[in-house]
């Protein structure tokens, strides 16, 4: 006795086929949607940005007139402060994760600290800017210097920081752990040896992130004060400084559209300084998964 009823089953399968292929055009022409309009951003960005574009503007301070603004202060000032984020929010994130992994006792009071942590990516980085201008500017007195926006893009990222490193630090095989133990390497030992050389590949990736976001925002800075319109280079971490968001920002804000052209070029050159920070970073992961 034939119990499939093999009419049914063709038409459900044909109108599954049906589903599919439409589903399949709707996430196509969505992907086709965004690629389009980014193609159009990016068109439009060069297309204005790059006449202006030369070694005087990379030079240059910035100027009242378009003619001779340049970004030179802004790249400084970018520099010193990804000189202090990083260093910082690398040391306390990876820091974080490896006491949260490997020494932390399971309780309710870890569990809330993880899920607190996780919370923190998500939210919005004016409120680290008012935490930046609240503690580092005012209440220790840093004033407007890089130390202190160093040290708010420090805790932007460093939930980010820290959860990429937990999660690299848990993907690694618990035989790694116990072929160290077997040697006779203590806990510290096997964390510096083993665990973390092996998971440097994920904590490199999450850093990469949370360094492009940190190199891209202006919110949290324009909360602390940072300048729009500087004339000279940081001497050091307590000097006033800008950086190449701002300075973009600042231009858009001007009413003649040279200088909206040239807010253009400094997104140019915003755009490679993070192509060249990723590309950098992704050889060096590359390198560590292969040993």
């Known amino acids: 006795m034939n119990l499939i009823d093999k009419q049914l089953v063709q038409k459900k399968m044909k109108n599954r086929i049906i589903k599919s292929q439409i589903m399949r055009q709707l ?11 980014l193609a159009i951003l990016l068109y439009r960005i ?41 260093p910082i929010s690398l040391i306390l994130g990876v820091g974080t994760a490896i006491y949260l992994e490997e020494y932390a006792k399971e309780s309710k009071f870890t569990r809330f600290i993880r899920m607190n942590i996780s ?28 130390i202190a926006g160093g040290l708010t893009m420090s805790l932007l990222i460093l939930s980010i920081i820290v959860v990429a490193a937990q999660e690299a630090i848990r993907s690694i095989p618990n035989d790694q752990y116990e072929a160290s133990y077997a040697m006779g390497a203590t806990k510290w ?35 602390i004060g940072a300048l729009s319109f500087v004339a000279y280079l940081p001497e050091n971490i307590w000097s006033s400084f800008t950086v190449l968001p701002i300075q973009i920002y600042n231009w858009t804000g001007r009413p003649q559209e040279e ?17 060249l920070m990723n590309s950098i970073a992704v050889l060096i992961r590359n390198k560590f998964s292969k040993r």
């Open 46 to 86: 060069f297309s204005e940005g790059i006449p202006y574009l030369n070694w005087q503007f990379l030079t240059s301070f910035a100027s009242r007139f378009p003619e001779e603004a340049g970004i030179k202060a802004a790249i400084a000032g970018s520099l010193w402060l990804m000189a202090v984020t990083g």
């Open 259 to 275: 200088f909206h052209l040239i807010a253009s070029a400094g997104i140019i050159v915003l755009l490679l300084a993070l192509l």
């Open 119 to 146: 919370n923190l990516a998500g939210v919005p980085s004016v409120v680290f800017g008012l935490l930046g201008l609240t503690v580092f500017v005012r209440l220790l007195e840093m004033g407007r210097s890089v």
């Open 189 to 223: 030992q096997t964390v510096r040896r083993v665990i973390l050389p092996a998971a440097i590949p994920g904590i490199l990736t999450g850093s990469i992130l949370a360094l492009s976001r940190a190199i891209g925002e202006t919110a949290p800075l324009l909360m």
């Open 27 to 37: 996430f196509f022409l969505a992907t086709a949607f965004g690629i389009v309009v």
